[in-house]
């Protein structure tokens, strides 16, 4: 299984240490788990990974934190990087909140503190899965798109040969093969043309 990098962002260092824990233990060896006690925190660390070429593949993150709230961080990742799945985590509850980054950040759940340790893994499981098939769609895309330029320019040639091999056969067919002169089917073309 491809590895991913998942990001957890709390204020609360006994949170953060239990979800890096968790899922360190769940997730599977190849997987990394990042953690960040602030918003500014976790931008920094998204623009770590992009310098190096990486992406966050889930991000899960309080909702109430200090300097920048949990939607707010979502809705500049998503910004950052759309693909990323974006997870909420909080015990307090905020309606507008919630909508917001469900609309603007494209949020995949929202999950209350206290957490279930089997619902979580699962949902970040199911997250990681998700962002997988996103990936492979998106190549798979790319993939088609290369092959329809490459056909579109092969129908571009194939056209523009038979409009030669059209112009060809119009020209043979009102001139003498072997003299090259015009042929009584060009001569009663002119003459129609000429009467008319």
Known sequence: ???????????DTTVLNSLRTLLG??????????????????LEICAELKQDGRELSVVISDFIMPGMRGDELLVRLHEITPRTIKIMLTGQSDLDGVKRTINEANLYRFLEKPFNNADLVLTVKSALHAYRQGQELATRNKELEQINTHL???????????????????RLAVTDRLTGLFNRLKLEQVLDEELS
């Open 1 to 11: 299984m491809a590895s991913g990098i998942i990001l957890c962002v709390d204020d």
């Open 25 to 42: 233990k769940t997730l599977g060896g190849g997987n990394i788990v990042e953690i960040a006690e602030s918003g500014p925190e976790a």
């Open 152 to 170: 579109e320019q092969l129908i571009e040639a194939r056209t523009s040969e038979l409009v030669e091999k059209n112009k060809e056969l119009e």
